[in-house]
């Protein structure tokens, strides 16, 4: 398994932005491929973006398309989430999770809230 500690939330503006980061304990972390989720009160765990373990493959929640964008770097063995134009809906507990392949998440981080305000 791969310890992941994620951190960058906070609160936000309507309109604005932040840049979420997952750092992965191992040094295998570019095999794995790594995705972003998120929980909002009151509703369950919902998928945000995922990449694939060289970052030449992306898939996005119909939800963050054209505002969100996942990149990775794997010397660094951290994943990214770049969130703009963020809306009072994005308001959630964001998980980074890792897995062998972007349909089997086995780590999970601990999460980071992001509240945005209207």
């Known amino acids: 398994q791969v310890q992941l500690v994620e951190s960058g939330g906070g609160l936000v503006q309507a309109g604005g932005s932040l840049r979420l980061s997952c750092a992965a304990s191992?040094?295998?972390?570019?095999?794995?491929?790594m995705g972003w989720f998120r929980q909002a009160p009151g509703k369950e765990r919902e998928f945000v973006a995922s990449?694939?373990?060289?970052?030449?493959?992306?898939a996005y929640a119909d939800s963050v398309k054209g505002r969100f964008t996942i990149s990775r770097d794997n010397a660094k063995n951290t994943v990214y989430l770049q969130m703009n134009s963020l809306k009072p809906e994005d308001t959630a507990v964001y998980y980074c999770?890792?897995?062998?392949?972007?349909?089997?998440?086995?780590?999970w981080g601990q999460g980071t809230q992001v509240t945005v305000s209207s």
């Open positions: 999770a890792a897995g062998p392949t972007r349909y089997e998440w086995s780590s």
């Open positions: 191992r040094r295998t972390f570019s095999s794995y491929a």
């Open positions: 990449i694939n373990w060289s970052g030449g493959s992306t």
